[in-house]
């Protein structure tokens, strides 16, 4: 994209899905805003690899139908015409919907939760709560060895806060998934001190 082409102010989710910056940045729309994502710290992207692998070797391993994608897009279902918003992960059992350009019910969310992304990772964390598939959403520290994990109940509410993990294992129930979280740092500074 040259620096003369405009960003739209407001888009439709079936506009956006359309409309192919090529600026090498990661876009997702807000509420019918395009809005750029700030670029990854390399301890971001790391985890990023890591959890991944992680759960694309389990997956695999399994034999499950579902799979891990990396950054894909999804649609909450609060303001579904003008949401598309980007987990740095996400699971799904299904086959991905609208000609795979959104990801079709995804079950887990993971976001890597780094200094300069809190507000931005806050607001994508409530409107996955909207999504009906999502049974977990975990939010990974990039600073220091902690997560927060939010599961949907058997009566599909939310939790009013998220369980803290420090230290011990991750468990994400609707994948069948179990691993130390001190696994998810293991190609960072982070796997020093754990």
């Not at 395009?34 to 694309?56: C, F, K, V, Y």
């Not at 609208?98 to 969310?109: A, K, T």
């Amino acid at each position: 994209m040259s620096s003369a082409t405009k960003i739209p102010a407001r888009l439709t989710v079936a506009e956006f899905l359309d409309w192919c910056p090529e600026d090498g940045r990661v876009w997702q729309l807000v509420d019918g805003e395009p809005m750029a994502m700030a670029r990854a710290s390399t301890a971001h992207a790391r985890m990023q690899t890591e959890i991944g692998a992680l759960l694309r070797n389990h997956l695999l391993e399994r034999g499950s139908t579902c799979d891990v994608l990396t950054a894909p897009g999804v649609a909450p279902r609060v303001g579904k015409a003008n949401n598309v918003r980007i987990p740095d992960l996400a699971a799904s059992c299904s086959p991905a919907g609208d000609n795979g350009r959104l990801l079709s019910e995804p079950v887990v969310v993971i976001e890597i939760l780094s200094p300069s992304n809190h507000q931005e990772t806050s607001a994508n964390v409530w409107a996955y709560t909207t999504i009906p598939s999502v049974r977990e959403i975990l939010v990974v520290s990039s600073v220091d060895v902690r997560a927060e994990l939010l599961c949907r109940g058997a009566d599909g509410s939310w939790p009013e806060q998220p369980a803290t993990i420090e230290g011990g294992e991750v468990a994400l129930e609707s994948i069948g998934f179990r691993c130390p979280l001190a696994a998810f740092y293991r190609t960072t500074r982070l796997a020093a001190l754990r």
